[in-house]
């Protein structure tokens, strides 16, 4: 049974900072493409960032290039969001993805292979 657990949300306001984890059980990250897709309510689900597995590229939303850095640690089946310059338009649920190919294809669809239950991120003053 695939798991996909996020932590790491919270209530942050404009400027700051906050670090997202994404822990995996049931399946072997190093073999997908991982990544971030978060929704806000009302609003359809938006692709943030996703890491291929096949080599080192990367890729972001336009709006949250220079400030979204997405990692990986396949030795502990983890994946990571680091956010930083929060702006109230970030407010969302953040779900982590594991896309069904080595290198985002279908995460560039939208499509996504598994995801977890999400994570709140609340920016406000």
């Known amino acids: 049974q695939v798991q996909l657990v996020e932590s790491g949300g919270g209530l942050v306001q404009p400027g700051g900072s906050l670090r997202l984890s994404c822990a995996a059980s049931?399946?072997?990250?190093?073999?997908?493409?991982v990544g971030w897709f978060r929704q806000a309510p009302g609003k359809e689900r938006d692709g943030v960032s996703c890491?291929?597995?096949?080599?080192?590229?990367?890729y972001y939303a336009d709006s949250v290039k220079g400030r979204f850095t997405i990692s990986r640690d396949n030795a502990s089946n983890t994946v990571y969001l680091q956010m930083n310059s929060l702006k109230p338009e970030d407010t969302a649920v953040y779900h982590c993805?594991?896309?069904?190919?080595?290198?985002?294809?279908?995460?560039?669809?939208?499509?996504?292979?598994?995801w977890g239950q999400g994570t709140q991120v609340t920016v406000s003053s």
């Open positions: 993805l594991t896309d069904g190919s080595t290198t985002c294809y279908y995460y560039n669809r939208g499509e996504y292979h598994y």
């Open positions: 049931g399946i072997t990250l190093d073999y997908y493409a």
């Open positions: 890491a291929s597995s096949s080599d080192s590229r990367t």
